[in-house]
């Protein structure tokens, strides 16, 4: 079990970290989604917030919702004067999906330092994100009536498989001026 705040390894029965005596979670926590939440205001609302949890889907269907609001902000204001606009909805956009992927990293028991992973060209960023795919190990077996958070892997890579796609063709349709 990694510290969240100092990153250091601690043996799984830990409560506090022995480095720096920040509790561990351990168990049941409140701190991460529940299911019923509002992803899109959590993910907001805790912009600069690095601690607590965020679950896989919360996660995802927050980046993903937030990407496609990208793309048509992108496609109303390309080449006018409001790609001002753009650039500070890109801003708190990454500074949000930065700390939401800490918090996703630490749903997984593991240390929110392997964000600096996305400094390593292509390798890192392919392996921060097949860790941000992945369940924690406490909702694998958890049984809930939600057509989200009970989708299966398959569909839900299905999903993601969908909007890189959608994002490849909008691209080429970009360069060839559509």
């Known amino acids: 079990m990694f510290c969240t705040k100092c990153g250091l390894k601690n043996p799984v029965d830990a409560i506090f970290c022995y480095k720096c005596g920040n509790k561990l979670f351990v168990g049941e926590n409140t701190d991460f989604i529940e299911s019923g939440d509002n992803f899109l205001i959590d993910f907001w609302t805790n912009i600069i917030n690095f601690d607590g949890k965020m679950n896989k889907h919360s996660f995802w269907a927050a980046v993903l919702t ?94 993601i498989g969908i909007f890189v796609v959608i994002c490849i063709i909008a691209c080429i349709l970009s360069k060839l001026n559509f």
């Not at 057509?147 to 892997?153: A, E, G, K, Q, T």
């Open 66 to 159: 937030l990407s496609i609001v990208n793309i048509i902000i992108v496609a109303l204001l390309y080449d006018t004067n409001g790609m001002l606009l753009w650039y500070l909805y890109d801003l708190f956009f990454i500074i949000a999906t930065l700390s939401a992927s800490v918090r996703r990293l630490h749903d997984m028991n593991r240390s929110g330092a392997y964000i600096l992973l996305n400094l390593i060209p292509f390798v890192g960023q392919v392996v921060l994100l097949v860790m941000l795919l992945q369940e924690n190990e406490m909702n694998k077996n958890k049984k809930i009536d939600d057509p989200i958070n009970s989708m299966d892997n398959n569909s839900f890579y299905l999903l």
